[in-house]
């Protein structure tokens, strides 16, 4: 057994001293001195800005061992990235390349250049991304890393309406991702709005949360849309509470494809859209004016390619984004090809601001099935199932190899509202619809309200599922 020592040499890590608070704020300016700055700098300016920090950020990917590698075995060379052009000779790679790197160098891979422990320890965070298969796949925070996504992560909310004071409603995981704690860092630290953890429904069950939001003003929800929906639809049908009366001034969330339309009209507030991943925070969010989310071009670089060749594509085309983070020390992605579907759009917004945008994420790639050939987004099922006003928007596919010839068939169980409707029509109605808009045929099954819930999630936890293929 090992007693407890105090060791006269032994350091703890402080952290207010672990960074240079001033010229991280100087570097990254955060509201309301982000709207005075970067948001409407001078294009030239913000090119040269990104252009010096990229050089930086390939010096720095030398010093990590799985960057080293891949580039070395790709024939690059230090010192041949002269400029911000020379990105498209830096190999991208894929969450397979990070697992492998974890595999081989276990606990936590070699993609990241943070020591753990040491000499000189640093206080580091832990949070994780994907594991639907597997295990989840773990990224360290340093507080650079870390305060830099707070300050980015303000932006979106300053730029969305969120002001010091308000009370938001995190219903987001507070398990491994990093959902509700990011958000709690961000707000509670960079806009001086107060931070309600509710977490998802699991955490704090959804009637409580409706009572909270009633009983202590809440003025903001952040949370995924399914579970903005739910929270409307349980205080409407079964807290007999009307959501316009809770007085919420905005719902913060990921919308992609969904029709947003259905969530304003339910809590009679506007409704904003972001993208951002576990590893990188926030990206890329709207303003109010709700016309393409501008990318945080003097922290992040995003590219958009041909997920077949690699070729990166010109504004407007849809292809498989490449993610390189210009702020992160510790742990950059340099090309992440993340494998989410957008497409780039020009600068040019009413607000005035210089940074180019992106369009909705059409789909995450770790969700795509093929069926019959055709890649199928259970995302783009989801639009088709909202837009019928029987259903509350829950769905859940299934897919199999069905009879002798094993044949791939999707099955959608889609909820209906009233117990009283007529089923079949909801089925052959939906599954003409969905052969228009997905392009393959699915079978439809209408079912009672609620009963997805054990195969989603969607009232207890931000990790909703909506497919599973029994093929594999
Ligand atoms: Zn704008």
């Known amino acids: 057994m090992n007693r407890l020592e105090i060791d006269e040499g032994l350091r703890f890590p402080q952290y207010a001293q672990a960074l240079d608070f001033t010229q991280l704020t100087r570097d990254y300016p955060p509201p309301p001195e982000f709207f005075r700055s970067v948001y409407r700098m001078p294009r030239g300016n913000l090119d040269r800005l990104r252009e010096k920090r990229f050089l ?22 230090p010192g041949d990235i002269r ?13 397979h390349d990070t697992r492998k790197s974890i595999e081989e160098f276990p606990p936590f891979g070699d993609f990241m250049g943070i020591t753990v422990g040491g000499d000189n320890p640093l206080p580091l965070v832990l949070h994780t991304s994907g594991g639907t298969t597997g295990m989840p796949r773990p990224m360290l925070y340093t507080p650079q890393d870390r305060e ?28 491994l991702s990093n959902g ?16 309600v953890m509710t977490g998802g429904g699991n955490t704090t069950a959804t009637r409580r ?26 205080a409407r049908d079964e807290m007999k509470i009307d959501p316009h ?7 913060h969330s990921h919308i992609g494809i969904e029709d947003r339309s ?41 590219e958009v390619a041909d997920p077949e060749t690699g070729a990166i594509l010109p504004e407007g085309q849809k292809g498989t984004i490449y993610i390189t983070t210009l702020y992160r020390w510790g742990a950059p992605s340099i090309r992440f090809n993340v494998n989410d579907i957008s497409a780039l ?47 509350n928007g829950e769905f859940f596919c299934v897919v199999e190899r069905i009879g002798e010839s094993q044949t791939d068939e999707m099955t959608v169980m889609v909820e209906v509202l009233d117990p009283q409707a007529d089923g079949a029509a909801v089925k052959a109605d939906l599954e003409r619809r969905l052969k228009e808009v997905i392009g393959v045929r699915v079978t439809v099954a209408a079912v009672g309200r609620g009963e997805l819930d054990p195969h989603t999630g969607t009232s207890q936890t931000s990790k909703i599922k909506r497919l599973l293929d029994k093929r594999k």
């Open 148 to 175: 830099t996504m707070a300050i980015l992560g303000a932006r979106r909310y300053a730029m969305q309406g969120m002001r010091p004071g308000d009370k938001v409603l995190a219903a987001l995981s507070l398990g």
């Open 345 to 391: 759009r020009p600068a040019g917004c009413a607000c005035g601001s210089s940074f180019g945008r992106l369009d909705k994420i059409f789909g995450r790639n770790d969700n795509m099935v093929k069926l019959r050939g055709a890649n199928v987004f259970p995302e783009a099922i989801g639009v088709t199932v909202a837009e019928d006003a029987r259903s």
């Open 262 to 302: 259905k969530i304003e009209a339910l809590w009679n507030a506007p409704c904003y859209d972001m993208y951002g991943t576990n590893e990188s925070g926030m990206m890329a969010c709207e303003c109010t004016q709700q016309d393409g989310m501008h990318i945080m071009e003097d922290a992040v670089i995003l």
């Open 83 to 95: 400029s911000l052009k020379d990105i498209t000779k830096i190999p991208p790679y894929t969450v």
């Open 245 to 251: 009366s809770l007085g919420v001034r905005a719902v």
């Open 180 to 195: 509700g704690f990011a958000l709690r860092d961000t707000i509670w630290k960079y806009i001086g709005a107060i931070p």
């Open 209 to 234: 949360q409706v009572e909270i939001m009633k009983t202590w003003g809440i003025d903001i929800i952040c949370s995924f849309p399914a579970y903005v929906r739910h929270l409307a639809i349980t």
């Open 56 to 77: 930086a950020l390939v010096q720095r990917g030398w010093e990590i061992p799985f960057f080293r590698r891949r580039w070395k075995a790709a024939g690059l060379e």
